[in-house]
């Protein structure tokens, strides 16, 4: 069993900044890929942010350039640091992990609770 346990999300002002955590204890972590996903009210979840076992880094067009994933192998953890935060960036987003190692959005199969993030104008 998985245990994926979010932390950091809140209320920020657009242009404001916050920084997701992700812990994953127990989780051969190292080999995982990591990944971030959101979801707004109303909609599908869909992809964020995802870094492979070996450190190659993806990102959903929307939030390049805005958002930097990273991890932190000797902590089990993984990072989303949000910049320029939009108001249509408020979601739940949740953390993930693919066993495979490569990242690929359709291959994370393992999710934690989700964190709220909202984003006033």
């Known amino acids: 069993q998985v245990q994926l346990v979010e932390s950091g999300g809140g209320l920020v002002q657009a242009g404001g900044s916050l920084r997701l955590s992700c812990a994953a204890p127990g989780l051969t972590f190292s080999t995982y890929a990591m990944g971030w996903f959101r979801q707004a009210p109303g909609k599908e979840r869909e992809f964020v942010a995802a870094i492979s076992w070996i450190g190659n880094t993806y990102y959903a067009q929307s939030v390049k350039g805005r958002f930097t994933i990273s991890r932190d192998n000797a902590k089990n953890t993984v990072y989303l640091q949000m910049n320029s935060l939009k108001p249509e960036d408020t979601a739940v987003y949740y953390c993930?992990?693919?066993?495979?190692?490569?990242?690929?959005?359709?291959?994370?199969?393992?999710w934690g609770q989700g964190t709220q993030v909202t984003v006033s104008s």
């Open positions: 993930a992990a693919d066993r495979s190692g490569v990242g690929v959005p359709t291959d994370f199969g393992s």
